[in-house]
């Protein structure tokens, strides 16, 4: 099974600035075969980027993934207050188990 | 525009057993792979189990593996978890989520349901 490590646990930051998430998967993605996802208190989670860096449909560009191998981020340009929510990663690259990162909670000061 | 509504959450005693059920609408069911994915209260994902366009291909966490069955019932747009010996450590939210194919990333979440475990 493939471990996703995610960091930092919490990001504290005012809105305009740049949040940077990490995602560090144990194996080698296959493909670049890594999603993000956006969690907001009291609701399901909601794609924000699939291949690593292709962004779901109606997600703003200030978001953008990169990263390939076994690292990979999640960048947030320009922060608003609704950012502020629960990320999360996730491996496609290897079946049948997928797994997910432990999350970075983005807090706006 | 894709729904995924969940039911047959609640409370139930260590041991026994609980169905949930997903209707799934606005878009083709069968062409797509479903997941069942759970979050403990506070706590980060986990997928549980996820099931091919036409039941071939199943699996399962290892943490339910033995005690959980999923399928679906494509005639009626459905998925469903059936959870056997239900432990207090499977409390959670259960989310009902589209495949965007096949077993690849989740384009589509229900809201969940709460399952409970306690005595």
């Known amino acids: 099974e493939i471990v996703l490590t995610q960091s930092p646990g919490t990001l504290s930051l005012s809105p305009g600035e740049r949040a940077t998430l990490s995602c560090r998967t144990s194996?080698?993605?296959?493909?670049?075969?890594l999603a993000w996802y956006q969690q907001k208190p009291g609701q399901a989670p909601r794609l924000l980027i699939y291949?690593?860096?292709s962004r779901a449909n109606g997600i703003p560009d200030r978001f953008s993934g990169s990263g390939s191998g076994t690292d990979f981020s999640l960048t947030i340009n320009r922060l608003e207050p609704e950012d502020s929510a629960v990320y999360f990663c996730?491996?496609?690259?290897?079946?049948?188990?997928?797994?997910f990162g432990g999350g970075t909670k983005v807090e706006i000061k | 525009e894709v729904q995924l509504v969940e039911s047959g959450g609640g409370l139930v005693q260590p041991g026994r057993s609980l169905r949930l059920s997903c209707v799934a609408s606005?878009?083709?069911?069968?062409?797509?792979?479903m997941h069942w994915v759970r979050q403990a209260p506070g706590k980060g994902l986990e997928w549980v189990s996820g099931?091919?366009?036409?039941?071939?291909?199943?699996s399962y966490a290892d943490s339910v593996k033995g005690r959980f069955t999923i399928s679906r019932d494509n005639g009626k747009q459905s998925l469903y978890l059936e959870m056997n010996s239900l432990r207090e450590e499977d409390t959670a939210f259960y989310y009902c989520?589209?495949?965007?194919?096949?077993?690849?990333?989740?384009?589509?979440w229900g809201q969940g349901t709460l399952v409970t475990v306690s005595a």
């Open positions: 194996q080698s993605l296959t493909s670049n075969y």
């Open positions: 099931i091919n366009w036409n039941s071939g291909a199943l």
């Open positions: 996730q491996q496609y690259g290897t079946s049948p188990a997928l797994t």
């Open positions: 291949g690593a860096s």
């Open positions: 989520v589209k495949d965007s194919f096949s077993w690849h990333y989740f384009d589509s």
């Open positions: 606005g878009f083709t069911f069968d062409e797509y792979a």
